[in-house]
């Protein structure tokens, strides 16, 4: 007998996720990619990776609705490449294609005014007015903005363990925790490490962790750093609050470098309430792959 799945794609700067549910609703499946943010990676490896991740999702099931919610898939001429993609790969399937910020607005059944802020590799703010249309601030991509980002504050670290190296910084404890993480002896060494790297955007960011240790741990220039993104991120929250004529929202938020970055998140709630945000609630999505799988299910409801 057939399995037929519906599968919801959340594809980012860093990676893929693919959540296969059966046709009522029961999860059953998982795959996980390599980045599928076509302007970081490109078009030809974004695909490969959402195959990948569709495919290890659901594991011999019939692929019945699917929805792609894809970083960098804000503008129509994107969606449509991968519209027109899906339908030779998945030929007969219900299909949708929004932007990552687009599935994160419809999380927890958020309805009306909303507001959403993705902090991963990347950054972006995402509102939706009463009348539905979507507004932006941020996510120009790491060489024009991504300012609060996970790249944007391992770019800070990394600046801070330089200076400190040639004598224009102050010592830091990022310097040791980057060298230890690489198995390095020396700051020089770091250019080459980070240079050659496969995906040097990939690897940058993934030093913000670092930086929240050393922050917790007292680092000046660690605090100093998440300072300035939590600013930069409530920053652009504002913006896109203002024009939703400031009318208390509910707040939606995801990527790895918020939600698993206590001393950034707690900041960035200080920046929020000093730039005097209101928000309704403030929802915490781990997973917004999950509600991709819910509007590929709502496709054929």
Same mark, same amino acid.
């Given at each position: 007998?057939?399995?037929?799945?519906?599968?919801?794609?959340?594809?980012?700067?860093?990676?893929?996720?693919?959540?296969?549910?059966?046709?009522?609703?029961?999860?059953?499946?998982?795959?996980?990619?390599?980045?599928?943010?076509?302007?970081?990676?490109?078009?030809?490896?974004?695909?490969?990776?959402?195959?990948?991740?569709?495919?290890?999702?659901?594991?011999?099931?019939?692929?019945?609705?699917?929805?792609?919610?894809?970083?960098?898939?804000?503008?129509?001429?994107?969606?449509?490449?991968?519209?027109?993609?899906?339908?030779?790969?998945?030929?007969?399937?219900?299909?949708?294609?929004?932007?990552?910020?687009?599935?994160?607005?419809?999380?927890?059944?958020?309805?009306?005014?909303?507001?959403?802020?993705?902090?991963?590799?990347?950054?972006?703010?995402?509102?939706?007015?009463?009348?539905?249309?979507?507004?932006?601030?941020?996510?120009?991509?790491?060489?024009?903005?991504?300012?609060?980002?996970?790249?944007?504050?391992? $770019?800070?670290?990394?600046?801070? =363990?330089? #200076?400190?190296?040639? +004598?224009?910084?102050? &010592?830091?404890? *990022? !310097? /040791?925790?980057?060298?230890?993480?690489?198995?390095?002896?020396?700051?020089?060494?770091?250019?080459?490490?980070?240079?050659?790297?496969?995906?040097?955007?990939?690897?940058?960011?993934?030093?913000?962790?670092?930086?929240?240790?050393?922050?917790?741990?007292?680092?000046?220039?660690?605090?100093?750093?998440?300072?300035?993104?939590?600013?930069?991120? $409530?920053?652009?929250?504002?913006? =896109?609050? #203002?024009?939703?004529? +400031?009318?208390?929202? &509910?707040?939606? *938020? !995801? /990527?790895?470098?918020?939600?698993?970055?206590?001393?950034?998140?707690?900041?960035?709630?200080?920046?929020?309430?000093?730039?005097?945000?209101?928000?309704?609630?403030?929802?915490?999505?781990?997973?917004?792959?999950?509600?991709?799988?819910?509007?590929?299910?709502?496709?054929?409801?």
């Amino acid at each position: 007998m057939k399995r037929w799945a519906v599968v919801g794609v959340d594809g980012g700067g860093t990676k893929t996720l693919a959540l296969a549910a059966s046709v009522d609703g029961q999860w059953q499946g998982r795959g996980l990619a390599g980045p599928s943010n076509l302007h970081s990676v490109g078009f030809e490896s974004a695909c490969t990776a959402i195959e990948y991740a569709i495919s290890e999702a659901l594991a011999g099931a019939n692929l019945l609705a699917l929805c792609l919610g894809l970083a960098g898939a804000g503008r129509k001429d994107d969606v449509d490449r991968f519209i027109a993609w899906a339908q030779v790969k998945y030929p007969g399937v219900a299909l949708k294609v929004l932007s990552d910020a687009e599935i994160l607005l419809a999380s927890g059944n958020l309805s009306g005014p909303a507001l959403a802020l993705i902090c991963g590799t990347g950054s972006i703010v995402y509102g939706r007015t009463a009348a539905g249309e979507l507004l932006r601030a941020g996510g120009w991509g790491y060489l024009f903005g991504d300012e609060g980002s996970g790249y944007a504050i391992g $770019a800070a670290a990394l600046r801070a =363990v330089m #200076q400190a190296e040639d +004598g224009r910084g102050v &010592p830091t404890l *990022l !310097t /040791g925790l980057i060298l230890d993480r690489y198995g390095l002896e020396n700051p020089p060494t770091l250019v080459q490490s980070i240079y050659g790297s496969e995906s040097p955007r990939t690897e940058i960011a993934g030093l913000a962790d670092l930086v929240e240790q050393a922050a917790l741990r007292g680092d000046t220039i660690a605090i100093s750093i998440l300072e300035t993104a939590a600013v930069d991120l $409530a920053r652009m929250v504002q913006v =896109v609050y #203002q024009k939703l004529e +400031g009318v208390p929202t &509910p707040l939606a *938020l !995801t /990527g790895g470098v918020i939600l698993r970055g206590e001393y950034l998140a707690n900041t960035f709630r200080q920046a929020c309430e000093t730039m005097e945000l209101v928000f309704l609630t403030v929802l915490e999505v781990a997973e917004p792959a999950e509600e991709a799988a819910l509007i590929a299910r709502s496709l054929i409801a």
